[in-house]
């Protein structure tokens, strides 16, 4: 979901601040006259400040809060000296977009605005108050450009739908013509906003962002009415649908959500696969309560056995072939033994393959992509152990096999138990001991680390659950949405737990735990076998 907003016009909760970063709430007290011309604004800066945002503004009582994490220790920097802001440039960027709020805020939403209209122009306002800024302290926009990742989440885009497509252009393409960023750097996002939206609409809104960047800072009337073009254009009505629109869960993100990862990356300074894997280990690491332990001599046995068996499933019914060959005999092949003979007579290392021969090979076999969810219910609580130990034996089987697993546990989160490409050393041990809420985005999230969707791999998604899920119907859909794009999906379900069984999955009824591991590399075996 969106961050919370951080123009909070209530009135501000009480807060005692932290004694470890008083040092900083009252530099930057001193500091705030200097970018706002007010005199009446107090600064606190202390872990969790914020009201749940990087940082906000309470205008009725003239207090900024800006959230320590961004800052890290109290230590990194003396806030007394000018030089700190360059050692701390996102903290300070989120001071400098708050003195923004301060100075050009000057409305506020008039009563029984429409929940979607009021929204939209709040949206509006973030690029309007820093267009505003950096008229008034051009160099101040060094600091802006620092803000926006911390004010854009990659859970801004989570379907490539009018309404996240418009949230996106509001908060990247629009600070472009507030001169905040360049369109260089949004290149790859401004591609995806008009791919969902058109070059059409996208001109419109523009129209819509550009002309509230124009409009006074007291003039709520207007923004109100902007906000109600931009619904327009989006094809929303507030009267029929006074509400924000919501993410449907039943659906899988799509190009926008890959463009704001792109952007976020290259701010970063890091390529998609490390902001990715750096996003992977904030957001699904497992709980402190989780162990380690030494894999078994059982387990690691049970490891060669499926390695063996899915390399002979690749290798299965030999086919006829040629082979290039260095030596005789075979068909010679006269180019390249013009090439061995000159590659020899410049005393070099001859590379070339005169002969060619028939020979019995293996048929191309596509990669096999094999996902496993596993559910850490409390009702699931004798499948933990074994489904454990199944996530390690399919990382190990599948290292030499041309296969790549991920073995995700959902409860009340999601935690990814083995990623991808990773053979980890040792056995992590899930605990069944939440609820069963967070079972679309463990699909989600498969799908994002094996490209469950995509074509040209041998696709597989395994399920032990006893289907007892809250959101049975989105849960569907996404299943429905895997299976007609190829993706085989296998559903294990404990046999002495009632539940709820999905279509287009093949389930399977099983008494014994252990026994999910046979079915899971029975299942791997016979799609290579078949591909």
């Known amino acids: 979901m ?23 709430s009252d530099a930057w007290t001193r500091h705030i006259p200097v970018l706002t011309g007010r005199t009446d604004l107090t600064v606190t800066v202390a872990p969790g400040a914020g009201g749940g945002a990087p940082a906000c503004f309470y205008p009725a009582t003239g207090r900024i809060e800006v959230d320590a994490t961004h800052i890290g ?79 854009v989440s990659p859970a801004d885009a989570p379907a490539d739908d009018p309404w996240h497509a418009g949230q996106l252009a509001g908060l990247l393409l629009a600070r472009v013509d507030a001169r905040i960023i360049t369109a260089k750097d949004i290149k790859g996002v401004r591609a995806a906003v008009t791919t969902v939206l058109g070059r059409k609409r996208l001109l419109q809104l523009r ?6 960047h124009t409009t006074g800072d007291t003039d709520a009337d207007a923004m109100i009415d902007l906000a109600w073009r931009w619904c327009r254009i989006l094809g929303i009505d507030p009267h029929r649908q006074p509400d924000t629109p919501t ?54 046995a049970a490891a060669r056995t499926l390695a063996a068996r899915l390399r002979q499933a690749r290798t299965h019914q030999p086919e006829p072939d040629t082979r290039p060959s260095v030596t005789p005999p075979g068909r010679l092949r006269t180019r390249h033994a013009i090439t061995a003979k000159a590659q020899i007579a410049a005393g070099t290392m001859p590379t070339a393959t005169p002969w ?21 219910s409390f009702s699931m609580h004798p499948w933990a152990a074994p489904m454990s130990s199944a996530g390690w034996i399919l990382a190990h089987a599948a290292r030499a096999n041309q296969a790549i697993t991920a073995t995700i546990a959902f409860g009340s989160d999601v935690t990814l138990l083995v990623p991808p490409r990773q053979h980890p050393q040792q056995v992590l041990e899930l605990r069944a001991d939440g609820g069963s ?88 075996v016979t799609a290579l076998e078949r591909a």
């Open 2 to 24: 969106p961050q919370p907003h951080h123009l909070q016009p209530g009135p501000t909760p009480p807060s005692g601040g932290d004694p470890a970063w008083q040092e900083w």
């Open 73 to 151: 220790a109290p230590d990194v920097a003396n806030p007394r000296r000018a030089g700190h802001k360059r050692l701390v440039p996102t903290a300070y960027g989120l001071l400098v977009h708050e003195a923004a709020h301060a100075v050009h805020s000057q409305w506020s939403t008039p009563p029984g605005t429409s929940p979607v209209v009021a929204a939209v122009a709040e949206l509006l306002e973030e690029s309007r108050i820093e267009n505003r800024h950096r008229a008034r302290r051009r160099t101040d926009r060094r600091w802006l450009r620092h803000t926006v990742t911390t004010l």
């Open 207 to 212: 129209d819509v962002w550009r002309e509230a």
């Open 247 to 300: 993410v449907d869960a039943g659906v899988f993100a799509g190009v926008l959500a890959q463009a704001l990862a792109d952007y976020l990356a290259h701010t970063a300074g890091l390529t998609p696969a490390q902001y990715r894997a750096q996003q992977l280990t904030a957001r699904f690491s497992a709980p402190t309560n989780w162990s380690l332990r030494n894999p078994t001599d059982a387990e690691r």
């Open 356 to 376: 060619q021969r028939r020979a019995q090979v293996p048929p191309p076999k596509p990669t096999l992509h094999l996902g496993v969810i596993v559910d850490a």
């Open 437 to 524: 809420t967070a079972f679309t985005d463990a699909v989600k999230l498969a799908d994002e680390l094996l490209q469950l969707r995509q074509p040209g791999r041998l696709r597989m998604l395994t399920v032990v659950s006893d289907g007892d899920l809250p959101d049975i119907a989105p849960a569907q859909r996404l299943i429905t949405t895997l299976h007609r794009a190829g993706c085989a999906v296998l559903w294990l379900r404990p046999a002495d737990l009632p539940g709820h069984t999905f279509t287009d999955t093949t389930t399977l009824t099983v008494a014994d735990p252990v026994q999910a591991i046979g079915h899971i590399a029975d299942a791997a």
